[in-house]
């Protein structure tokens, strides 16, 4: 954060004042900024020649090819998907999202997702696509659960550390959401639901005996964890304040592999706290 500051304030002496970042940020609307921007874009990619291109595309991170061979990432992809339920919906999400789609939902730093300049950005998880393609759908037919889901090649702006670790890779993603009906029905038929699709996908790429471990945020959910087939992660720090009620990992021969849990997106994003939303997800690359 403090280089990040000190940057921003050199930039900034050199632009003419930190009140530009207000212009730019605050005051310009957002057309104009973006028609801005285009021109700045526009002109920096007339002084590129050819070299300049090559020499970016050996050395940025986010625009190398993945280092799985593509065989393998097609193998799992058709794996995870052969498990699968009847009733559940395959989305093919666009590349990119509204901007905000990342951070607006979840705790999410904005530098941590690739922003275009075109109030949209890079994905960098389909389960924020596919909360809002379930929100737009529950506004319209609101008495039955929908239930997506999808594969897409996301990219994250942060640097990950470790031999399975890449700035681009593909997730599995799958979502279900509803109206809560009480007694948290909602929650344990969906959460058994999830973690036997993942479980099975997990499988389905050779895992034999993959883990599931379960964390308990609000001990109301302690029934919905009780019913099911998982070990318990008490002392899970990551997905505090991302996910509410309760949140699990999936782990194959000791690596992680799959994330997920309830979160309040919906709730959010059609004004009504009766909406219910699971998300879960399983990274292709590390299946592969």
Known sequence: MAERASALDRVLKQAGGPEILDILAERLPGADLTTLLLEVMRRRSRTLSPADVLRRYGHD??????????????????????????????????PVAPLGAHSALGPVDQNNVV?????????????????????????????????????????????????????????????TAGRDTGG?????????????????????????????????????????????????????EGGRGYYTGLCYKIYGDGMEVGDGGFVDWTARLLGNRKERLLISALGIDRLS
């Open 61 to 94: 991170r986010f625009v190398a090819p993945a280092q799985i061979l593509f065989q393998r990432l097609r193998r799992a992809e058709d794996a995870v998907l052969s498990a699968l339920p009847p009733g559940v919906e395959l989305v093919t999400l666009a």
């Open 115 to 175: 922003s275009t300049i075109r109030n949209s950005e890079v994905a960098a998880d389909p389960t924020n696509a596919l909360a809002l393609e379930a929100a737009l759908r529950r506004r319209t037919t609101p008495a039955e659960p929908v239930r997506l889901a999808a594969l897409q090649r996301v990219v994250r702006a942060q640097h990950f550390t470790g031999p399975v670790s890449y700035a681009h890779f593909t997730l599995f993603a799958l979502v």
């Open 184 to 236: 948290l029905a909602f929650e344990r038929q969906h959460a058994a639901e999830h973690l036997a699709v993942l479980t099975a996908a997990v499988r389905a790429c050779g895992v034999a005996a993959p883990e599931v471990k379960v964390t308990v945020l609000d001990e109301r959910f302690e029934p919905v964890a009780a019913g099911l087939d998982a070990g318990r992660d008490p002392d899970r």
